[in-house]
């Protein structure tokens, strides 16, 4: 098996830590989100694809600090006071040889490509590469907003319905204790 690292930046990492602070609002479009911070500036999160021995796309978010003059968003109540907290999760996108999987139509030498968390990672794997593909921010309320990589390649989805929050957070196995 070959493994790769396309995890989150130093800079992204420092940019995500922004959203700790006081919100004024959000913006979500299919390719970006951006966090307007009380404080005039703004956390623009989005994908990121890297080309993975050729065989196929993985994807991670990347998160920029930007001038915030002049956005304000959709108010994010629960965000507004600030202590709010982050969590990085990380996810897989492996590639599995014709024999591993079984589909029909698949023509010879194929390879299907996977995306998932590593608990889903198959033992057939031939190439993986591991990423940062979501994050939960929790507001000190207990309400949360997931921010991940999309099912469409480039975009980034935006979930706060608190079922699948917790949903998502099972499925990682994350735990706050």
Known sequence: MHEYRFQSTPETVEALRQLRGAWRGMMVA???ITVVLQD????RIQSETVDVESLFDAYRLQ???EDA????GVPVDAFANG????????GVTWSEPQGAVRAEGLAEGAVMHFSGHPGQLSDTAEVVCFTTDAFVIAAS???????RTGLRPGSVEVERNPEKVRA?????GYSAA
């Open 168 to 172: 998502f957070l099972v499925d990682r």
């Open 69 to 72: 003059e002049g956005m304000y």
């Open 141 to 147: 309320d207990g309400s949360g907003v997931l921010i």
């Open 40 to 43: 005039q500036r703004a956390v």
């Open 30 to 32: 299919e390719h970006s």
């Open 83 to 90: 202590n709010n907290d982050i969590v990085l999760f990380t």
């Open 63 to 65: 998160a920029d600090i």
